[in-house]
């Protein structure tokens, strides 16, 4: 599981892991951390951070994930992607990532493709759903995507190619991880930046509302994605 900031961990999906005793390495990339040898592992978990995708001259490990994610996935390795996870995924199979027209922070509507219904992770979802968002950036669908899910602000919302999803909503994020987040001097910063001064309240409500339904998605979608795509790695061998 690699994560960018201590503040954005993989949340309900590490408790679905843990429910259905999957074991997992959890992995907080700094300049002095090496990364694993992707071989090693049955699937691949990239969460958010505030970087860009396409920050390399800033962060000096980003080039070097993107490496291991565009040989892990090429080779066949299943990858869960989420906002920055999803950007590198992108940017490491040759797409562009890039600013959006305007930021999209707190609960939005997303709407899935026609195409998701033959996806063995989105099929059964409903059309339209709620989500949690914190992000600026975008990026166009790399080669073979199908595109999975978007809505009107954003219409790269979700995308897979083969086994490898990458979503660009938090719906893994609960009412509590959100709070945390909101003490974040950056991230209340930016916050204001986007909703004006003293949103905080404002966003916190707006999750709290849904709450129930975006941790519900989290937990199918990921399982779905185990169940299609690691579990059968992991029962090889």
């Not at 690699?2 to 590490?14: G, N, R, S, T």
């Not at 899935?112 to 950036?137: C, K, L, M, N, S």
Request: aromatic share 10%; proline share 6%.
């Amino acid at each position: 599981m690699l994560m960018h900031v201590a503040c954005e961990p993989a949340a309900e999906y590490a408790r679905v892991l843990t429910e259905r005793g999957l074991g997992f390495d959890e992995l907080l990339l700094t300049d002095d951390v090496a990364l694993p040898d992707w071989r090693d592992y049955a699937g691949i978990i990239a969460m958010g951070g505030p970087m860009g995708a396409y920050d390399d001259d800033l962060v000096p490990w980003l080039a070097a994930e993107k490496r291991l994610i565009n040989e892990a996935v090429t080779s066949g390795v299943p990858y869960w992607g989420v906002c920055l996870g999803a950007q590198l995924l992108a940017a490491a199979l040759g797409a562009d990532v890039y600013p959006g027209p305007a930021p999209e922070v707190g609960i939005s509507r997303v709407s899935i493709t026609p195409e998701a219904a033959q996806d063995p992770v989105f099929a059964g979802v409903a059309a339209t759903f709620p989500a949690f968002q914190w992000h600026g950036d975008t990026f166009e669908l790399p080669a073979g995507a199908t595109l999975l899910a978007g809505n009107d602000a954003y219409r790269h919302q979700a995308f897979a190619v083969g086994g490898a999803y990458g979503l660009q909503f938090h719906v893994e994020v609960d009412a509590a991880l959100a709070a945390e987040w909101l003490e974040v001097p950056a991230y209340r910063e930016s916050l204001a930046a986007v909703r004006g001064a003293g949103a905080e309240a404002e966003v916190l409500s707006e999750l709290t509302a849904e709450v129930d339904t975006t941790i519900r998605l989290a937990r199918q979608l990921f399982a779905a994605w185990l169940d299609a795509w690691v579990m059968p790695r992991v029962e090889r061998g």
